[in-house]
């Protein structure tokens, strides 16, 4: 059975960092697109950030220049480093994957994206 659980998740402040990280059972992640997600209250769920085996790095306007998606040695992680966190980065952040090695299009779409995490909720104040 296959399962990602994030870490991290926590309250900080407006300017402030922190690390999310998932973590992948049953799969790898070093070779399949991963990509975190986040939904923001009153929003639909976004995608932010996704990383395939061997591409470049997409990114959502809101959150390019201040978020890095990577993928870690033991390639079942992958990881989510935000900096610069504003009050309208809180939500619940999700990893996810697909089934294939690559991230199509420009666009980082939910319905492409087979295995999700739970979630964890990130909380940005002053």
């Known amino acids: 059975q296959v399962l990602l659980a994030e870490t991290g998740g926590a309250s900080v402040q407006v300017g402030g960092s922190l690390k999310l990280s998932c973590t992948a059972s049953g799969i790898t992640l070093n070779n399949r697109c991963a990509a975190w997600f986040r939904q923001t209250p009153g929003k639909e769920r976004e995608g932010i950030a996704s990383?395939?085996?061997?591409?470049?790095?997409i990114y959502a306007d809101s959150v390019k220049g201040r978020f890095t998606i990577s993928k870690g040695y033991a390639q079942t992680t992958v990881d989510l480093e935000m900096n610069k966190l504003k009050p309208e980065d809180t939500g619940v952040y999700y990893c996810?994957?697909?089934?294939?090695?690559?991230?199509?299009?420009?666009?980082?779409?939910?319905?492409?994206?087979?295995?999700w995490g739970q979630g964890a909720q990130v909380t940005v104040s002053s």
């Open positions: 996810a994957a697909r089934t294939t090695s690559y991230c199509a299009g420009a666009y980082i779409r939910a319905d492409d994206y087979l295995y």
């Open positions: 990383l395939g085996s061997t591409n470049f790095p």
